[in-house]
């Protein structure tokens, strides 16, 4: 029940064009879903986060969207550059006291100039 | 900005040694974490502390033990580094909602 299930493994997109990546959990309580990019030799970065609440959330070319009733989230990614080639991680947690994150295992994405 | 420093972007240690990692942060949050990152297991976490002297054990915690003496600072501790341990290290930190922030990574090398 504490797993996050992350797909596809790798992806090679096309300079331009719309990379995403899916993610799903099983734990309802989760009210927390972000997603980290990491770059080689470097630590995750946090890219975007949703809460249950809404379906969807857009920071620039980045959207998260939450599907509750499926327990999905997905990310895509618009116009998609080769400066974004790098490992994306979704995760899950609870805003609580004492609780840690849960990550999916990793999507290493490849835009091609 | 959120600022999660590790105390070394690289290291190499003998089988056998004590093996002391540091990660100390600036924005008083009360959870911090260690994780070790290998190719094809993603991110595992090791221990995580949500207070001063308080930890938990993660996913893997055999061969580690940690410190949480003051707020900002938690130290991961190899109490005898074994080759299986090689791997890259990383040090979050989050407050009680939002997100965690990384440090940039160590990677120990046991030989």
């Known amino acids: 029940q504490q797993q996050v299930k992350q797909s596809p493994q790798s992806l090679i997109v096309q300079k331009g064009g719309i990379s995403i990546i899916n993610c799903a959990y099983e734990n309802t309580a989760f009210d927390y879903f972000p997603w980290y990019q990491q770059f080689p030799g470097k630590g995750p970065a946090l890219l975007i986060a949703?809460?249950?609440?809404?379906s969807e959330k857009k920071e620039g070319r980045f959207t998260i969207s939450f599907n509750k009733s499926a327990k999905q989230f997905s990310l895509h990614i618009m116009d998609s550059q080769p400066g974004d080639s790098a490992t994306y991680f979704c995760a899950a947690s609870r805003d609580n006291y004492g609780q840690n994150f849960v990550f999916g295992p990793g999507t290493r994405l490849s835009v091609l100039p | 900005d959120v600022k999660v420093t590790q105390s070394s972007r690289y290291l190499v240690k003998r089988t056998g040694e004590k093996v002391f990692l540091e990660c100390v942060q600036d924005?008083?949050?009360?959870?911090m974490f260690w994780y070790r990152q290998d190719p094809g297991l993603g991110l595992r976490l090791i221990y995580f502390s949500y207070d001063v002297k308080m930890k938990e054990k993660g996913d893997i915690p055999e061969g580690y033990s940690v410190s949480r003496e003051k707020k900002e600072r938690f130290s991961l501790i190899l109490e005898s580094a074994s080759t299986n341990q090689t791997s890259m290290y990383l040090c979050?930190?989050?407050?009680?909602?939002?997100?965690?922030?990384f440090g940039q990574g160590t990677r120990l090398t046991v030989v």
């Open positions: 949703i809460r249950p609440d809404v």
């Open positions: 924005m008083d949050h009360e959870n």
């Open positions: 979050a930190s989050r407050k009680d909602r939002g997100g965690a922030f």
